[in-house]
């Protein structure tokens, strides 16, 4: 299952139609349709705006597969695995546990980019310096 269609469905399970969706992001419907078309390469920010606005973690949508896919109610998970709906209880502790590690892989990649960035940087300056200190050819 592509994330197109993982934002499909949790979109058509919490009963909303493209026209809500498109709404709360502020985004035309069209837009929106070609999101989950699978039409249009969806960035960081926007996918943030996506899990918050249907109310999941970020590492829960880009984690779901259509093998296992969860929605965190409070404190029961609905999961669908091999055709079946399974409601199982969570304890409120084991709920927030999963989600503060699912917090911290996040961290984790955001921190992983930062650094990618910044070596770039530092290769970008380097390759200045040795620009500034190649001497000038007399003409």
Known sequence: MGLSEKIKFIRTFRGWTQENMAEKL????????????GETDVNFSRLQQIAKVMEIELPQLLGLDEKSVLNFTGTHITQYQNNNWQV???????????HELEKAHLIIE????????????????????????KPEKPE
């Open 26 to 37: 502020g985004i035309s419907t069209y837009a929106y349709a070609k999101i989950e078309r």
């Open 88 to 98: 199982n209880s969570l304890s409120t502790e084991q709920t927030e546990c999963k």
């Open 110 to 133: 955001q921190q992983k980019q930062s650094i990618e960035y910044l070596k770039q940087q530092v290769s970008d300056l380097r390759d200045i310096i040795n620009l500034l200190k």
